[in-house]
């Protein structure tokens, strides 16, 4: 099932608190200036957030690449706990967009995504439905394209 609006705003609301806000409120001795940016931050959650759920292909893609570079930076790859797959957030962008930075899925990554067991991916591998990266691991693609149709058979 697709996270609610709430769920995804919530979720990018709180991130940017602790991931950002916080912080700054910590180091400006706590401005006022902090209190007007977490108001921003609500009105922007809820635009993202609509993007990230019914925007067009292309505007999902852009707004998850801003959300993950912004509020998951590192100098090696986007490799968010598994957990995180789980998550409103994480729900959404695997739907959307499967996996923003890489080419291939670990099947451990590609369980996390659809909320089932490495066996479970292997299980799809092996009948087809899951495509096989030829280094390893799995498309991310094909767990986006599996997700939605997913969706797709719940709807219908």
Same mark, same amino acid.
């Not at 996996?99 to 299980?123: C, E, F, K, N, W």
């Not at 009948?127 to 997700?147: A, Y």
């Given at each position: 099932?697709?996270?609610?609006?709430? =769920?995804?705003?919530?979720?990018?609301?709180?991130?940017?608190?602790?991931?950002?806000?916080?912080?700054?409120?910590?180091?400006?001795?706590?401005?006022?200036?902090?209190?007007?940016?977490?108001?921003?931050?609500?009105?922007?959650?809820?635009?993202?957030?609509?993007?990230?759920?019914?925007?067009?292909?292309? =505007?999902?893609?852009?707004?998850?690449?801003?959300?993950?570079?912004?509020?998951?930076?590192?100098?090696?790859?986007?490799?968010?706990?598994?957990?995180?797959?789980?998550?409103?957030?994480?729900?959404?962008?695997?739907?959307?967009?499967?996996?923003?930075?890489?080419?291939?899925?670990?099947?451990?990554?590609?369980?996390?995504?659809?909320?089932?067991?490495?066996?479970?991916?292997?299980?799809?591998?092996?009948?087809?439905?899951?495509?096989?990266?030829?280094?390893?691991?799995?498309?991310?693609?094909?767990?986006?394209?599996?997700?939605?149709?997913?969706?797709?058979?719940?709807?219908?």
């Amino acid at each position: 099932m697709s996270p609610s609006h709430h =769920e995804v705003v919530d979720q990018l609301v709180r991130t940017i608190d602790i991931r950002l806000l916080d912080p700054l409120e910590i180091l400006l001795d706590g401005d006022d200036a902090v209190a007007a940016l977490r108001t921003l931050v609500r009105v922007r959650a809820e635009t993202w957030a609509q993007r990230l759920l019914g925007g067009d292909d292309q =505007e999902a893609v852009n707004t998850v690449m801003r959300i993950v570079s912004t509020l998951y930076p590192g100098d090696g790859p986007f490799e968010p706990p598994l957990d995180w797959w789980g998550t409103p957030l994480g729900q959404v962008v695997a739907r959307r967009v499967g996996h923003p930075t890489a080419a291939s899925v670990s099947y451990a990554v590609a369980g996390a995504m659809l909320g089932i067991t490495r066996q479970g991916v292997h299980d799809l591998v092996s009948r087809g439905k899951l495509i096989r990266h030829p280094e390893g691991g799995v498309l991310p693609s094909s767990v986006r394209d599996r997700l939605r149709a997913e969706g797709r058979a719940h709807r219908g």
